[in-house]
């Protein structure tokens, strides 16, 4: 469910360093005896000047012009933070925090969104720390902790924090109807026996496949380990210890309080409140923090600067086994490798990303979206990158019905089981499924939306092709 490129290590950067300044100068000695002082002062400055222009250059102009045209065009709600060599020199908040008949409450710097599984990473540098304590150990098995889970005595902390324990998924509304009471309190004891009751997912270490069971009950060892609750412990170790102002745990069940924000679905030309928002505390490690992009590029600077973890430590996390590492992923591209971890609950989603080589980190929550994240973020590391990139406009633009002719006719998709049919009046296009007929508005060449309930079509090989986009969800479709 994460969509990561392959991690290549980390690009050296070509720029001259202090040392290579030094070896420049070293034979230039018996001319640094007869300069005087203030030109050889000048001279340093003006090196260590040079030095710092050539690191990356954030484009905030481009950057801005990204993010006002979703401001403007409303096809997002969030809150975007980069920071570079650990100082925040980017920031931007669009859209509301609340909605409702009466009422509208723009976002603001201080808004809070859940971040789901972001907290994973948390839960990973805690493992860590106890690690280092020798507390605990990558290969002590889960049946030290809990010897009734299925497959216990085979599956060791290192496998659930790689996402290779098989154990079943909490979370698996087929199997534990998540959906049914996603909102209502659950004790530990009922989660465990409800991860208990079901068939092992795959053998230990067979393989890689993200779970959230794998974070909760590593959640739960954290705190069988300390004797302490999975809150205290994530304000003691990592919330006081860098100083996270608007970080905390999700204790509030399905209500939001104080600077949070609620979640919204795009449906019938408006945003429409998420009526079921998750019972954060039933996912505790594997997801119940809230917190800002502020908050979150301060963490992960942290733990890349060795403040929560050890190298050590930090090393083994990154070490990518099947596209996994522990407590995050691989990020960006082959030219710009990174790490970091995604989220995503009910309306929210967010990411944090981390690149090495360039000390760039990039933090996004949303609690609203059609265009997707991923799609921002794409634009995001590209402008940051300074590579190409075409800001989208979001503007409709009329089409003749010879232009709209070559997109009519049925397409569809055996696999999800998805038909469509396209016809043209009135000088627009129409989409019609599962007695739904859509008017379509063309963003330009093989390009439109459906105002109504935000759905992004692209047709492709001369109209052969139909592919639809919902926030996420991509659906590929043949003309018949």
């Known amino acids: 469910m994460q969509g990561y490129h392959n991690a290549r290590r980390a690009e050296r950067c070509a720029f001259f360093n202090l040392q290579e300044i030094i070896r420049y100068l070293k034979p230039r000695q018996s001319i640094l005896k007869i300069m005087k002082l203030p030109r050889l002062i000048f001279l340093c400055a003006f090196i260590i000047f040079a030095f710092q222009l050539t690191a990356q250059t954030i484009n905030q102009k481009r950057l801005d012009s990204l993010f006002d045209v979703l401001s403007k065009k409303n096809p997002a709600m969030g809150s975007v933070a980069i920071s570079q060599n650990g100082k925040i020199v980017y920031r931007k908040v669009i859209g509301n925090a609340m909605m409702n008949e009466h009422d509208i409450i723009p976002a603001n710097e201080k808004t809070e969104y859940r971040i789901g599984s972001i907290t994973k990473m948390f839960t990973a540098a805690m493992v860590f720390q106890l690690i280092e304590e020798h507390k605990l150990s990558l290969s002590d098995t889960l049946a030290k902790f809990f010897p009734s889970l299925p497959n216990a005595h085979r599956i060791t902390i290192e496998y659930m924090l790689r996402h290779r324990s098989g154990l079943p998924n909490f979370t698996n509304n087929s199997n534990t109807h998540f959906d049914d009471w996603k909102d209502t309190p659950k004790t530990h004891e009922e989660l465990m026996v409800m991860i208990s009751a079901q068939k092992p997912d795959f ?9 959230n069971s794998n974070y909760l009950i590593l959640g739960y060892i954290i705190e069988k380990v300390t004797k302490k609750p999975y809150r205290e412990l994530l304000n003691e170790r990592i919330i006081k210890k860098i100083d996270l102002k608007n970080t905390h745990y999700g204790t509030n069940g399905s209500t939001y309080v104080g600077n949070e924000c609620a979640s919204y679905k795009y449906f019938d030309y408006k945003w429409i409140k998420d009526k079921k928002p998750v019972y954060l505390d039933d996912f ?3 997801g119940a923090i809230i917190s800002t992009p502020p908050d ?8 890349f600067a060795y403040k929560l973890v050890s190298k050590q430590s930090l090393d083994q996390m990154k070490t990518i086994v099947d596209d996994y590492g522990m407590g995050m992923f691989p990020y960006g591209s082959e030219k710009h490798p990174g790490f970091g971890h995604n989220g995503k609950t009910e309306g929210f989603a967010s990411s944090i990303s981390y690149y090495p080589a360039d000390k760039l980190a990039i933090a996004y929550c949303t609690n609203g979206e059609v265009y997707s994240k991923n799609y921002i973020l794409d634009a995001v590391r590209a402008i940051c990158f300074n590579e190409p990139y075409s800001i989208p406009t979001f503007n409709t633009m009329k089409m003749t019905d010879q232009q709209l002719d070559q997109y009519t006719g049925t397409y569809n998709s055996s696999s999800d089981g998805i038909t469509v049919i396209c016809s043209k009046s009135d000088g627009s296009l129409w989409l019609e499924t ?20 935000g759905f992004f079509f ?8 139909l592919r639809i986009v919902d926030v996420e969800d991509e659906y590929g479709l043949e003309k018949k």
């Open 458 to 465: 692209d047709f492709s090989d001369n109209s052969k092709k």
């Open 203 to 211: 053998e230990p270490n067979a393989k890689a496949d993200y779970n």
């Open 296 to 303: 979150m590029l301060k963490f992960i600077n942290a733990l």
């Open 284 to 286: 505790g490690g594997a």
């Open 434 to 453: 599962r007695g739904q007929k859509l008017k379509l508005d063309a963003l330009g060449d093989n390009q439109f939306f459906d105002p109504r309930f």
